[in-house]
């Protein structure tokens, strides 16, 4: 029986509007399974495009009534018997054990809430991991941000805690599965090349890697979630800076000259940005979930939801575009294979389903890169530009907040989540805030040194007089994605703490200075954000630098600055962070982000082709945590021409207590 209200199909009949109500229900369901984010009511659309204020208000107290099941995800560490019935559930189905990894469909950083089975399962809340059940033992895999949060979200005597890379899964694999075990995964969250090493391993332990029709762990949660529908909406050239028309044919061509005809595309964003359109089916990550199937002419097959695509999204999609439920993706691959059609896939990326449903449809496959990824990477000057203008209006925001921290702090009583709320509210001050791009990392004391720390109400701290409060935010704007960090002072900080976060700057002011032969990758740049910890036998683990989207992903490849190899050169109008970082388990952490852009350099005499950054973010460094003797001239001048830079560019936009402020946060040193 439909639960849709009487007045909510009282209102639509009105309007002329009139819906059948289980239609209605399951609609709004997977309304509020997507995140409303920060700019209102918008997903009403799909109900009602022309929606009084009546009727918004009495969709909006529905949907309120169905986000209530939030499906048990906030639950940390989850209920042991949610363990002990999915291990009932794989030995019903004669499996041994089970692959629970932290993704969806498409491999992104954020999942949808239905697709969260890793915190379901276990209660852990970060962005990658991935856990194996067997019958008697269990494991958890997470990389160095989790170390400590692991700890803290997950009942470690029933899920071992492992850090990747120094414990691989694979491995534990070898030496756990028992022999002859049947180790099941689910072949949608699998890529292809993830199941190659998954599938040797199992091996290696004498057993075999099962793929299963239904997730096991769907059949045993019970209130999942149904999938997410945020409205589809046109991105207009005036951010884009160019025609979805000439991206499609420039891909096109990509895909060609790889020797395909067609290039499948499992990555949301990629498919955003090459059909100039954005979305919300995933919190802080303004995409809409769908595969999409590129032909070397231009055209494209996109299987989403028709549900979340209003009238307007399909007349501007325009004829070249044809639109098909996901559900026939699998007989479109089929089609593709009678037709000896070539076939594009990233093995990195894309799920094992459809690789093997194309090599059973006798598809001839083409192994390589996602086609759009780097064009993506690389920003035009429009893109570029209206990333300067909501850094600029960004920038304004995080200084008010810091001016009003340095005022509010005196008296040792804020606390995390309040903090982050302010900070929060002077975004929503600027009328521009689409949504924040991740969830806000508001670490005070030994909070700060959780790398991905996310406060609760149970884990908050105060900002207390003598610690260092660490701040780590960004916003969604139509024009451009930011991510800044800001570790500040409460009170007066240590000598060691100067010493370190004076390290930390070094590292920062060396990346920023940075000036480097065309064809030089991240990985070759890495080591000057950590020589002046590493002097100091100091370092940190996470990756020094991100790719960072246009109004799309905060998380953005190819590009990235690490110590991990890459082979992907940093390119003019690619947008990446500088967040060197120390953490002191226990006492506090220490990181400083910018995001830079990379455009050419102009040197007099140079021998070839050289590249440097140009700092986007506006916002200043704390001057009290920095030992000037620590440092050089160079890197002193640094500071006070971006400090400098920063008074300049956000003392006209704010307030008469935030510019006075501001004149004594970027002095001169």
Not at 397 to 414: K, Q
Not at 570 to 587: D, F, H, R, T
Request: with cysteine; aromatic share 6%.
């Amino acid at each position: 029986m439909s639960s849709a209200p009487d007045d909510v199909l009282h209102l639509l009949r009105q309007r002329g509007r009139p819906a059948e109500p289980d239609d209605l229900e399951a609609l709004m369901r997977g309304v509020a399974a997507a995140p409303e984010g920060l700019a209102g009511p918008e997903w009403v659309e799909l109900i009602a495009p022309d929606a009084d204020a009546d009727l918004t208000r009495a969709l909006a107290a529905w949907r309120a009534e169905l986000a209530r099941n939030d499906g048990g995800l906030d639950v940390s560490p989850a209920p042991s018997e949610r363990l002990a019935a999915l291990r009932a559930e794989l030995a019903r189905r004669g499996l041994d054990g089970f692959v629970v990894p932290r993704a969806d469909e498409h491999q992104g950083e954020y999942v949808p809430r239905r697709s969260q089975r890793l915190a379901w399962l276990t209660g852990f809340a970060g962005s990658a991991g991935l856990a194996i059940v067997l019958a008697d033992r269990a494991a958890i895999f997470v990389d160095g941000r989790y170390t400590l949060a692991v700890r803290q979200q997950v009942d470690v005597e029933a899920f071992v805690p492992h850090q990747i890379p120094e414990q691989s899964p694979e491995a534990w694999i070898a030496a756990n599965l028992p022999k002859g075990g049947r180790l099941g995964f689910d072949p949608w969250l699998q890529t292809v090349d993830g199941h190659d090493r998954f599938a040797r391993a199992t091996e290696r332990a004498g057993g075999s890697f099962v793929p299963v029709e239904q997730n096991p762990i769907d059949a045993v949660w019970r209130d999942r979630p149904a999938a997410p529908l945020a409205p589809v909406v046109p991105q207009p050239e005036e951010f884009s800076g160019e025609t979805s028309a000439s991206r499609r044919k420039r891909i096109g061509e990509i895909v060609a000259a790889r020797g395909a005809d067609v290039a499948l595309l499992t990555a949301p964003d990629s498919i955003a940005w090459l059909l100039n359109v954005r979305g919300g089916d995933v919190p802080r990550t303004p995409f809409p979930l769908g595969f999409a199937l590129l032909h070397s002419d231009g055209h494209v097959d996109l299987y989403m939801d028709r549900r979340k695509i209003p009238a307007r999204t399909v007349a501007w999609l325009g004829n070249a575009v044809t639109l098909a439920p996901p559900e026939e993706l699998g007989p479109a691959l089929d089609t593709l294979g009678k037709s000896g059609r070539r076939v594009l896939i990233e093995t990195s990326t894309a799920p094992w389903w459809a690789a093997t449903r194309l090599k059973a449809a006798g598809v001839a496959m083409v192994r390589d890169a996602d086609p759009v990824a780097l064009p993506k990477a690389c920003k035009n000057a429009v893109e570029l530009e209206g990333i300067r203008v909501a850094h600029r209006r960004d920038g304004a925001a995080v200084s008010r907040f810091l001016a009003w921290l340095a005022r509010e702090s005196v008296g040792g009583r804020l606390r995390e989540i309040e903090v982050s709320d302010r900070l929060q509210q002077m975004r929503l001050e600027t009328g521009k805030l689409r949504d924040l791009s991740f969830d806000t990392i508001s670490g005070a004391g030994p909070n700060g040194a959780v790398v991905h720390y996310h406060a609760s109400p149970a884990t908050e701290r105060t900002l207390e007089p003598g610690s260092l409060y660490l701040v780590d935010s960004g916003g969604q704007y139509r024009d451009g994605t930011t991510d800044v960090t800001r570790t500040v002072a409460i009170g007066t900080p240590s000598v060691e703490m100067r010493d370190r976060f004076t390290r930390v700057l070094k590292g920062h002011i060396a990346l920023a200075m940075a000036r480097f032969p065309a064809g030089t990758t991240g990985s070759q740049l890495d080591t000057l954000a950590r020589y002046a910890l590493w002097q100091a036998g100091l370092d940190y683990d996470h990756g020094t630098g991100h790719g960072v989207g246009a109004y799309l992903s905060v998380h953005e490849g190819p590009q990235r600055i690490s110590k991990v190899a890459s082979n992907i050169a940093l390119q003019p109008g690619m947008i990446v962070s500088n967040e060197p970082g120390y953490y002191k388990a226990g006492a506090y952490g220490i990181r400083i982000e910018n995001l830079l852009a990379v455009r050419e350099a102009k040197i007099e005499g140079a021998d070839r082709r050289y590249l440097e950054f140009e700092t986007l973010t506006l916002a200043p460094i704390d001057l009290a945590c920095v030992e000037p003797a620590l440092l050089t001239g160079a890197e002193r001048a640094w500071l006070d021409a971006y400090h400098r830079r920063v008074r300049d560019t956000i003392a006209p936009q704010v307030d008469e207590a935030t510019r006075r402020w501001l004149e004594g946060a970027t002095r001169a040193i």
